[in-house]
T-cell receptor, first 113, second 114 residues
Framework: GESVGLHLPTLSVQEGDNSIINCAYS??????FIWYKQESGKGPQFIID?????DKRQGQRVTVLLNKTVKHLSLQIAATQPGDSAVYFC????????????FGRGTSLIVHP | KAGVTQTPRYLIKTRGQQVTLSCSPI?????VSWYQQTPGQGLQFLFE???????NKGNFPGRFSGRQFSNSRSEMNVSTLELGDSALYLC?????????????FGPGTRLTVL
């Protein structure tokens, strides 16, 4: 089955810096990946997704990069703000048939003002 | 449009008891999924329901069960609670069932088993 994991459990950055959160996956059959943000006391919130036929996708202040060769994706947050402090999860899955995403453990992003 | 709601938000039970958690999806969403979140295991898929039928099931023992009603509201039940069942139980709804659909998560129910 799918295995998705994160390289670093905690990332500390200064306000205004760019943040990069990494994720590795094992299942080559995954055809989409999602990044979620989870703030304390809340459920995960969708940030951005990317299909496996893409290598980059940009959103508002966020960019996701997908490297299928090494089965790696990253989430880049530009000009990180204190409100970005949260746990970030990557999830992968296959869209054919059922939808059972597999989540990484999460990276805690701490933004220092 | 109201988000996914879960009740209760917090629950304390003792070993051997059973518990029922409730989830109301976003209006119009027909798929409801349940997840268990723990510090050690992260987010793990429990099951997914659509049109009152369980469509997918994760790798959890039979003590974990669920159901979905005709209005798409869903409940999950855990019988014979164990200490290891202490976790945040998250419900997520999505509008469709096949393929990739964005999931919208509720705030979760924090279950503590003593």
């Amino acid at each position: 089955g799918e295995s998705v994991g994160l390289h670093l459990p905690t990332l500390s950055v200064q306000e205004g810096d760019n943040s990069i959160i990494n994720c590795a996956y094992s299942n080559s059959a995954s055809d989409y990946f999602i990044w979620y943000k989870q703030e304390s006391g809340k459920g995960p919130q969708f940030i951005i997704d990317i299909r496996s036929n893409m290598d980059k996708r940009q959103g508002q202040r966020v960019t996701v990069l997908l490297n299928k060769t090494v089965k790696h994706l990253s989430l880049q947050i530009a000009a990180t703000q204190p409100g970005d402090s949260a746990v970030y999860f990557c999830a992968g899955g296959a869209s054919g048939g059922s939808y059972i995403p597999t989540f990484g453990r999460g990276t805690s992003l701490i933004v220092h003002p | 449009k109201a988000g996914v709601t879960q009740t209760p938000r917090y629950l304390i039970k003792t070993r051997g008891q059973q518990v029922t958690l409730s989830c109301s999806p976003i209006s119009g969403h027909r798929s409801v999924s349940w997840y268990q979140q723990t510090p050690g295991q992260g987010l793990q898929f429990l099951f997914e329901y659509f049109s009152e039928t369980q469509r997918n099931k994760g790798n959890f023992p039979g003590r974990f069960s669920g159901r979905q009603f005709s209005n798409s509201r869903s409940e999950m039940n855990v019988s014979t609670l164990e200490l290891g069942d202490s976790a945040l139980y998250l419900c997520a709804s999505s509008p469709m069932t096949s393929g990739y659909n964005e999931q919208f998560f509720g705030p979760g129910t924090r279950l503590t088993v003593l």
